[in-house]
Every structure is written in structure tokens, then in C-alpha cells.
């Protein structure tokens, strides 16, 4: 039997009321963002910020990591982040994609 890779979007507001992202693949995390509203220096500095290159380096190892393999998309908007110990959020994700063979060449 084909692994199936999930790959899991998990929102949530934060405690300034402002929306946080993260996206964990097989329940580790591997991205996150949130607003830069505790250390607004950031974006003047351009530290710390998720671009265009940290999608890209992400999708080279997806595809180099789990070339041929299902794959499993799941969004779900959850009350807090849950620190990962292999365990992710208890309430029902909200599949949206489905599963879908990964296959580059």
C-alpha cells in the first residue's frame, strides 16, 4: 500500500486578535506565520518573513521527500496551536482536497 503524506494548514486567532498560519506535513511543522504586530521591526528589516524562496526550498523537498506518494490536503481552523508531540488538534479537519498521487519526474 501506497504512504499517504498529509499535509495540514492549521489557522487560529491569536491573542492580539490577528489570524496565524501554520503548515505541518506528516504532524510536524515545518512553516509558520503570524503578524508582525510584537515586533514590528521585522518587516523594515526583512527578518523573519515567509517568501517566495522558503515556498519554493519547501516544494523541492515535498517532491524529493515524497515523489510518488499519495498525498492528503487537510485546512482546519482550530482555537490554538497544540505544541506537536505527533498528535494535532482533536477537532474533525475539514478535508478540502482530498488525496491526490504526487508524481514529478
Excluded at 498560519?21 to 508582525?36: A, D, W
Excluded at 523541492?60 to 498525498?71: F, L, V
Excluded at 482550530?78 to 498528535?87: A, D, G, H, Y
Aim: with cysteine.
Amino acid at each position: 500500500m501506497t504512504e499517504i503524506v498529509t499535509i495540514r494548514v492549521e489557522s487560529c486567532e491569536g491573542w492580539e486578535g490577528l489570524s496565524r498560519e501554520r503548515l505541518l506535513i506528516n504532524n510536524q511543522e515545518v512553516m509558520s506565520v503570524g503578524p508582525l504586530s510584537e515586533c514590528p521591526e521585522d518587516a523594515i528589516l526583512e527578518r523573519d518573513l515567509v517568501g517566495p524562496s522558503d515556498f519554493v526550498s519547501l516544494f523541492e523537498n515535498i517532491i524529493k521527500d515524497h515523489n510518488g506518494k499519495k498525498i492528503k490536503f487537510e485546512y482546519e481552523e482550530v482555537e490554538e496551536f497544540l505544541i506537536m508531540t505527533n498528535q494535532v488538534a482533536q477537532q474533525p479537519a475539514h478535508v478540502l482536497s482530498g488525496i491526490h498521487q504526487l508524481n514529478f519526474k
